[in-house]
């Protein structure tokens, strides 16, 4: 073979190698940039105003639930905005960074502050669902207000939902895992027991009751106290009652959530139970009127946080 058929089939042979070579290159990058694609993505959301597609670790997250807030410091997700304006309880509070954008309160929201904030995921709840549509000219918006008539699984939806969009499965399945061992030891002492129970939401002089499928019905359909009147009927606001009811139901517990302590008012939950008619109450007599943690049960309920104070609180009550 002579030298210029010999440097022909080299330089041949060069080229095919460079070409697989260039090619093998081009398909590392492909595989890199679908390995991003997965990893940015997106997640459907099925929630309480609609369906919505979010993107995978959005960034300047502005959240009104405070439920929600509660799940994402558990999980170490920081946000960019949130209603300081309404009082928040303590354990959430304590934590939150001075960076950290206010947009208003509970139930109305700052839309400039929101807007400026460049969202790319917005999370309210149910005192906030009315913004629902103009949110969504801002930003992907999910409403994750928790389900009380069905609270476990609601509260377990709306997590997974948290673990998928921030790449959490793990820490949230984790989380669930300790919660629900929590609630099922509190369902067999609460079974133990067989009491019945009453919810009362104290409101500045005056009072309404919850029973089965409200918003405080963790307690009866969760963890299995008894209501004692199961026809009390289901409202936002509760239904309104009268001392004499309560006295004439006699409950073993009386549970109360003080919403003066919340949005303020001139008569607290302690002093509106402390009558005579009360006082002859099985609840009274027993020490069972339990005053419960009213910014965690009115404001946050729904989040890891907040579920296991509630359930720690109807344990303790237990035990008293």
């Known amino acids: 073979m002579n030298k210029k058929l010999v440097f022909t089939v080299l330089a041949v042979m060069t080229l095919a190698f ?7 290159v081009a398909t590392s990058g492909e595989v890199t940039a679908v390995e991003n694609q997965v990893e940015a993505g997106t997640v459907i959301v099925k929630h309480n105003s609609g369906e919505t597609e979010v993107p995978k670790n959005p960034k300047n997250i502005v959240v009104a639930e405070l439920g929600i807030l509660d799940s994402l410091q558990a999980l170490g997700v920081e946000v960019a905005g949130i209603p300081t304006s309404s009082k928040l309880p303590a354990y959430l509070s304590e934590n939150i960074g001075k960076n950290i954008a206010n947009v208003g309160s509970l139930k109305e929201l700052d839309m400039e502050a929101i807007y400026a904030l460049q969202p790319e995921l917005i999370i309210i709840g149910g005192r906030q669902a009315s913004y629902y549509d103009e949110l969504s000219k801002i930003a992907p918006t999910i409403n994750l207000a928790v389900d009380n008539a069905n609270y476990m699984e609601s509260f377990k939806t709306n997590m997974n939902y948290l673990g998928e969009i921030f790449n959490k499965e ?16 509190l369902k067999a002492k609460a079974a133990e027991k067989n009491v019945n129970g009453l919810i009362a939401l104290a409101n500045d002089g005056a ?20 209501p004692v009147d199961e026809t009390i009927a289901v409202s936002t606001h509760g239904q309104n009652a009268s001392f004499e009811y309560v006295v004439e139901q006699n ?20 002093q509106l139970f402390d009558n005579d008619l009360i006082k002859t109450t099985n609840a009274y007599k ?8 009213a910014n965690v049960w009115y404001t946050s309920g729904g989040g890891f946080t907040s579920t296991e104070i509630m359930v720690n609180e109807i344990s303790q009550a237990l035990d008293q």
């Open 18 to 24: 460079t070409g697989c070579g260039a090619n093998q």
């Open 170 to 185: 793990a820490e949230v399945a984790e989380k669930i895992e300790a919660v629900e061992a929590d609630v099922e030891v």
């Open 207 to 226: 009072f309404s009751v919850y029973g089965p499928g409200s918003r405080f019905a963790i307690i009866h359909d969760t963890v299995g106290i008894k």
């Open 251 to 270: 409950p073993d517990y009386l549970f109360v959530v003080d919403r003066a302590a919340v949005a303020g008012g001139g008569t607290s939950a302690a």
């Open 286 to 293: 027993n020490n069972h009127i339990i005053y419960l943690d």
